[in-house]
Structures are given as C-alpha cells and as structure tokens.
C-alpha cells in the first residue's frame, strides 16, 4: 500500500537499521520547539478527517464504536470549551476503552507514535495476528481499510514496551532484604532464598516479578537463571500465565541440559530460551566455549554476570587469572550471542573487547544504586559502540524510572565531571531500553520497536496530563517527567495485559493477597543472613 511502511531485512546490523532512509517526513513529527500540541489535538483530527458527524470516526460510532466527538458542535474556541460543563472527576473525554482492543485486528490511531526516528502524528498502525502489519498516515491507512473502525487514542501516545534485558524472577520474595547490604549478596542473600522455593512457591515468585513487571511498562522480560531447586517450567508458566514476553534461561554450568532446555521451548510465542552460567569461575573454559556454541547455533543467548562488583572482580583474578571480561575473551568465549550483566568495572582494554567481539551488555542502574560498587559507563559503551541493553536485576519494575535512573546515573558519574549536560538526551535511554535491549537479548528481529512485522509489544501512555504539559521535547521527558501511573494499558503480542495496572483477564488482586502470605514463609525458611548497621 502506498505510503505505508513497509518491512524491511531483519538482518540488518542494528546500526545500519538507524541509519536506513526514514518513512515519516521530518514535518510529522512533534515540533522540538511548538510541543505536542504544535498541530492541536482537534486540528489533528480535523486533518485526517476523524471529527465531526461526516468523519470516520461518526460512521465509527453508527457502527458500535463509540466517539463522543462524532456528533459535537463545531465550535472548538476557548469560550466554547470554557462555557462546556466539567467532565467528571477521574473520567477523561473521548477516554479509550479496553474493549476497543479486542479481536484479532486493531486500526489504531493515537494522537502520538513513537516510532524508530522519534515522535510523529497524524500516524495509524494495523495490528493483524499479534503483529504490526502496516504503519503509515492515518488518512491512508483509514482507507485503505474500510472494514476496521478506527480505534481513536485521544491524548495517548503509543510507545514500544520497555525490554528489561535483566532480571531474577526467582528474587522477587526478598526485595526489601537487599537494602542497606554489602555490594555481593547473593550468597547470604539469594542463594538461600532460591534454594528455599519449590515448584509452587517459584511459580508464584515469577509470576509475581512478571506482574510487577506489566505494570510498570516492560513488555519482555530476561531471566538471568535461577539456583531454585525446580524445573524452570514453573517460571515459564507464571510468565505465561502473567502474558509477559520471557527470555528464560537454565543454568548449565555443569555442561548439561544446554541442547534440551535450547529445543523446549523453540518456537514458543512468549518464551525465549537462553542458557547462563552465573559467574565464569562457575565452569570450566570448555563448558563456557561450548555453550556459547550452542547459543549462536541456536540463534539465542548465553547471559553471564561479569565486572559487577570488586569482590567478584578479585574473585576472578585469584580463580582464573585475569578479570571476568578479559577471560571471557581469553577463551574465546566473547561474541554476538554473550549477554554480559553489569560491567560496572571496565578497563579501556576491556571495552574494547567487548566493541570488537559484538558482545552485548546489561546496563542495571538501580543495581549499581542500590548494591554496587560502580556505575557502568554507559555513554561510553555507546560511543564506542558496544551494543548494551537496560535492566532492573529485579531491583523495581519500573521502566520509566528505570529510564530516570540510567540518565542520572551517567550525569552524576560522567557528565558533570565533563561537563556533559547532555550524557546522551533522552532518545539514547529510550533506544536502549526498548529496541537496543531487545538487540542485546536476540529478540531485535521480534521486538522492541514499533515497525512493519514486529510483535504488537506496546505501551499506551496518557500524555494528557501535568506532568507533560506543557511538552517541548517528548523523548527527554518520557525519561525525566513519566512514570507508570500513566500507563493506560500494556499489550504483549497483540493482547491487552494489563489496563490501567491490572489484569482484565485474571485476578491479580488474588496473586497478590497470596505472595503476600506465601512471601514471608519463605524468606523465614531461607534463614537469609543479613548485615545490620550498628
């Protein structure tokens, strides 16, 4: 169809796909200068020819869906709008409705669209079978498809889902336990907790940490691997049953069950397989080299805790002789399908294995806030071109402040130091939160951004309100200003999730109720030693 975005090689270096010719005109997007309302909502929709009882959008509504503008009086001045009555409290005019997103197809046109080159109105996307099939100007795509009654966002900006390329799903009973810990914990904090869970009770913690998760805007999530004594189909069956997207690891440091766990769950809608070894002193070279083997054959990842902090960085050097990246590299073990988490503590030398090697690196910075002994020099990697994804390491499930922390985090270590007050602007912390940490997980041919033949991962985000207005630049306030309350809703694979930060489909309520109880029972089993301050 003319106009329309159409698909392109998947196996495109990511690079290159930044650079491809764009297909929105700079004149679509949002004025850097005029804000989003640069056009004005109801001019917006004048323009594609949605308002009205002649629009579209008034056939629409004759049709079942609603539009409370179809039919209204064409008077749109600031006396009009002052002399219309209030809308009640807590409603919103022409508000969406969870309903609208039902069935296989969805022609849906928000008032913003963030696509891969920023920003834009006057856009639709066609949602076709869990997948985006067709993106372009609203007008055309309207026409083009008579059949669909335009699904009319108001307000709304759609944005991909936050891809969270670290985490632990099996963590999510201690929480609070970390805080205020020395930077390595895992073996006073989260060995006993994960040797303490069975099938059920890691179940509930998946689903729990996935629940969390949708709510706070990651449509993906990674599990770095689990010591929990159980098969690691109980996590994906909480994250199935949640409707969030796993990248589910097993660990294979003792050099078995690698081909098994990689052929499971080949082919699985919502669940990615990987393989990790915790920590590279955990196997020996051969196993290390040979899983990473069977990753890149398999076309999925091997995720392995490197540089994190200075206990695991001596650690290494009394175990194996060199620091956890420069042995990885050693080996041979650094390449396009090894997710390295953390690399807080990265030597010049090391950063350029990891540029050279295609390797991949979660950047956490909650983590490094909360237990580490770094920051990870994020704008660094970037400019040197390491590709590097953003993870929570299950710290907080939040992908706006998420977003918050990884710019702070880099202006407090790096910027103000250089005097930097830019430490990449928001669209860097947006690109590698979403498409860049689907890169680094292997998914950036499924997901992470919104584009023809990607799955229908989004975020329905309410721009309508104080906290963006009035908005001059999106992308840097989305980083700054956003937070998950404004999330209308959260679709994984063309499938509403989460509206309004629950489930509509299952009683999360319930979930909830029951960690609660089943929580603390476990932490008490655990016997977790904990530091306390004096």
Wanted: with cysteine; charged share 20%; aromatic share 4%.
């Amino acid at each position: 169809m003319a106009n329309e975005q159409q698909d392109m090689p998947q196996d495109m270096p990511h690079d290159r796909q930044q650079d491809r010719p764009q297909d929105h005109p700079q004149a679509d997007e949002v004025p850097q200068g005029g804000g989003r309302d640069g056009v004005g909502r109801r001019g917006f929709l004048v323009k594609v020819g949605l308002t009205g009882a002649g629009g579209l959008l008034g056939a629409a509504a004759a049709g079942g869906v609603s539009s409370p503008t179809a039919h209204a009086a064409p008077a749109t001045t600031a006396a009009a709008r002052a002399a219309a009555p209030p809308a009640a409290a807590g409603t919103k005019k022409n508000a969406p409705r969870p309903e609208l997103f039902a069935g296989r197809q969805q022609l849906l046109v928000p008032e913003l669209l963030l696509l891969p080159d920023g920003p834009a109105r006057d856009r639709a996307v066609l949602v076709d079978g869990g997948k985006f099939r067709a993106i372009g100007p609203a007008q055309q795509l309207i026409a083009a498809h008579p059949h669909l009654h335009p699904v009319r966002l108001d307000g709304h900006l759609l944005m991909p889902g936050f891809v969270d390329a670290h985490h632990h799903l099996t963590q999510s009973f201690g929480k609070a336990q970390s805080f205020g810990q020395p930077s390595e914990i895992f073996k006073t904090v989260w060995e006993p907790l994960e040797h303490a869970l069975d099938e059920e009770t890691a179940y509930l913690s998946a689903k729990l940490a996935a629940l969390e998760a949708l709510r706070g805007g990651f449509t993906t999530v990674a599990d770095a691997g689990t010591r929990a004594p159980v098969d690691v189909a109980a996590l994906a069956k909480g994250t199935e049953e949640a409707g969030i997207r796993c990248v589910l690891s097993k660990v294979v440091s003792d050099g078995t069950g690698g081909p098994a766990h990689l052929a499971r769950w080949d082919k699985h809608p919502l669940i990615h397989p990987s393989l990790a070894i915790p920590v590279a002193e955990d196997a020996t070279p051969a196993v290390i080299k040979h899983t990473v083997d069977l990753c890149a054959e398999a076309g999925a990842i091997l995720q392995i805790h490197v540089n994190e902090h200075l206990a695991s960085v001596e650690r290494s050097l009394k175990s194996v002789g060199r620091r956890p990246v420069a042995y990885l590299h050693h080996i041979g073990a650094l390449g396009p399908h090894t997710l390295g988490a953390h690399a807080t503590l990265l030597t010049p030398a090391e950063m350029r294995m990891l540029a050279d090697s295609g390797a991949a690196i979660s950047y956490n910075p909650v983590a490094s806030a909360w237990k580490g002994n770094a920051v990870a020099q994020a704008d660094m990697l970037a400019a040197l071109g390491v590709r590097f994804g953003m993870g929570t390491d299950g710290t907080r499930g939040d992908g706006f402040r998420l977003l918050d922390a990884a710019e702070s985090a880099q202006r407090l270590t790096s910027g103000m130091a250089t005097g930097d007050s830019v430490c990449g602007a928001g669209r860097l912390w947006l690109e590698h939160a979403t498409s860049r940490s689907a890169d680094a997980l292997g998914l950036g041919r499924i997901t992470g951004e919104i584009a023809v033949g990607k799955a229908a991962d989004y975020l329905l985000v309410d721009i309508d309100v104080p906290e963006l207005t009035p908005s001059y630049d999106l992308q840097w306030e989305l980083v700054r200003l956003a937070n998950r309350d404004l999330i209308t809703a959260v679709v994984v694979d063309g499938r509403l999730r989460l509206w309004e930060g629950w489930p509509t489909d299952w009683d999360a309520r319930a979930l909830v109720k029951r960690a609660a109880k089943v929580g603390p029972e476990v932490v008490r089993k655990a016997e977790i030693q904990r530091v306390e301050p004096r």
